[in-house]
């Protein structure tokens, strides 16, 4: 099946620093790329939705200011955390669709193994 | 898209079929079911989706009742390393691309 990475793994940093978190379709191409963000014991909250060559869409709520979103090629997509705050500590995940599809039957998914962000 | 109920947790002796069950009385013509699993502290994976005829691949089988209501994700000899969160989510298939995830099932497998 389809893979997906990010990197790094896990990061732990100081506050008011910046985190790149990237994300890599590793076997096919992703035209639409998504980042979410989990919180302990809570379902994923979808943040934004990146488009390669063009601005990320970004859910209600979550400031794009703080979140910079680049999806500069069809395979890479990365998240910045910005000024970092222990409030932003979570874990990040992305996920990528193939931008083949098949049709009506297949626009599943792929999710990364996610990165979990400390900001001490 | 149309909201889906699923139980909180189930278990599930190991060895023995899992039956997960949502429901998602307000589903649309055109929306897909969709189920996805997150074990601790991964990112989900994709298990199977459907419209409105049964399902099955190499991870498990999806039932979709006749109205479309409801569906059962049925993993047929649930292994230890089933033990996960379970997501049901009904969406369109173009259009609108994003997954709404809810709470979920937490499934464990017992010994």
């Known amino acids: 099946g389809a893979v997906v990475s990010q990197h790094p793994s896990r990061v732990i940093c100081k506050s008011g620093t910046s985190v790149k978190i990237e994300c890599r379709s590793l076997?096919?191409?992703?035209?639409?790329m998504f980042w979410y963000r989990q919180f302990p014991k809570k379902s994923l909250m979808l943040m934004a939705t990146?488009?390669?060559?063009?601005?990320?869409?970004?859910e209600q709520g979550v400031e794009k200011d703080k979140f910079l979103i680049n999806h500069a090629s069809l395979t890479l997509s990365t998240l910045t955390v910005t000024s970092a705050h222990p409030e932003d500590s979570s874990f990040y995940i992305c996920?990528?669709?193939?931008?083949?599809?098949?049709?009506?039957?297949?626009?599943?998914?792929?999710f990364g193994p996610g990165t979990r962000l400390t900001v001490t | 898209d149309a909201k889906t109920t699923q139980p909180p947790s189930m278990d599930c002796a190991e060895g023995r079929a899992a039956n997960l069950p949502c429901n998602h009385s307000?589903?649309?013509?055109?929306?897909?079911v969709y189920w996805y699993r997150q074990i601790h502290s991964q990112g989900p994976q994709y298990i199977i989706h459907?419209?409105?005829n049964n399902e099955t691949n190499e991870m498990a089988s999806l039932i979709i009742t006749e109205d479309r209501k409801s569906s059962t994700l049925i993993l047929p000899h649930a292994t230890l390393r089933d033990t996960a969160v379970y997501y049901c989510?009904?969406?369109?298939?173009?259009?609108?691309?994003?997954?709404?995830f809810g709470t979920g099932t937490r499934l464990t497998i017992i010994p």
């Open positions: 996920s990528a669709r193939d931008h083949r599809g098949s049709g009506g039957a297949g626009y599943e998914q792929y």
């Open positions: 076997d096919f191409q992703a035209t639409t």
């Open positions: 990146s488009n390669e060559g063009s601005k990320a869409t970004y």
């Open positions: 307000t589903i649309s013509g055109n929306e897909y």
């Open positions: 459907g419209l409105k």
């Open positions: 989510i009904v969406r369109v298939n173009f259009g609108n691309e994003k997954l709404t």
